[in-house]
């Protein structure tokens, strides 16, 4: 199946699962940062998740920048098929051409402008973010400014929440609302007001290859899971059964 059929037949599980989706308790869960067009750590993601019980989500930004783009999306979709309670690909900033242009964007600019015109808005319809009872919440960016989690429902695109959620970064600093480059930065109170508000222990997410991979007191994980910046390491997250703390592991040497 190539990737445009893929991408319709998902349409309608993205539609059914909205804009949260709740993970089930008592599965083992793995959580994926950006890929950005790197089929092997794909490859390498599924084949350890192949265990019974064993629920991905992939943060977002899964394609540009890398050489395989076309392929990751397909391969991530057609899985989303197969096994649609067990595979989960929440929006991020690269998924979301259909609603702010931006660059590199070397994998859409190859796409024909029908195929261009009938993909984007069906990943528009991916969900923000993912919810553990345990108190974690894995999204591409930064925290939205939302009073409880049910509100990501409203949440339009584009708007502030939502560019909060695909663009936004995070800083061991005070900083201003906007960085050099434009993308939302916030700081440690901002966070702490933030996961106050939306009941989250440990936020685990993407967007940012070069930030710490721990910030505020360990509550916030940044993971990356791409070569397309280099030769540094691809991290994943473990959530395991009955646990409350996601671990970050090396993709390339950890038996997970």
Known sequence: ???????????????????LVRLKTGTRTI?????HGDLDAVERVFTEASAPGTVVVFLG????????SR??????????????RAVYLLMGNHEAWGA???GPADFWESLSR???????????????????????????????????????????????PWRDITWGDWSDRSTSPENLTGRPTHGPGEFIARAGRLGVRVLVRSHQPHAPTYLFKDRCLTLFTSRAYGEGPRRVAILAPGKIVCTAHDLDVVEM
């Open 1 to 19: 199946m190539d990737l445009m059929q893929a991408a319709r037949d998902v349409e309608s599980l993205l539609e059914a699962e909205g804009r």
């Open 31 to 35: 959580f994926v940062g950006d890929v």
């Open 61 to 68: 930004d899964v394609v540009d920048r890398g050489p395989s």
């Open 71 to 84: 392929e990751v999306l397909t391969r991530i979709l057609l899985a989303k098929l197969d096994r649609p």
């Open 100 to 102: 702010v242009r931006f």
């Open 114 to 160: 029908e195929e261009a015109s009938a993909l984007s808005p069906i990943l528009l319809k991916l969900p923000f973010a993912a919810w553990h009872e345990a108190g974690v919440l894995g999204l591409h960016g930064a925290l939205p400014d939302l009073p409880t989690l049910g509100h990501l429902a409203t949440v339009a695109i584009p708007g502030p």
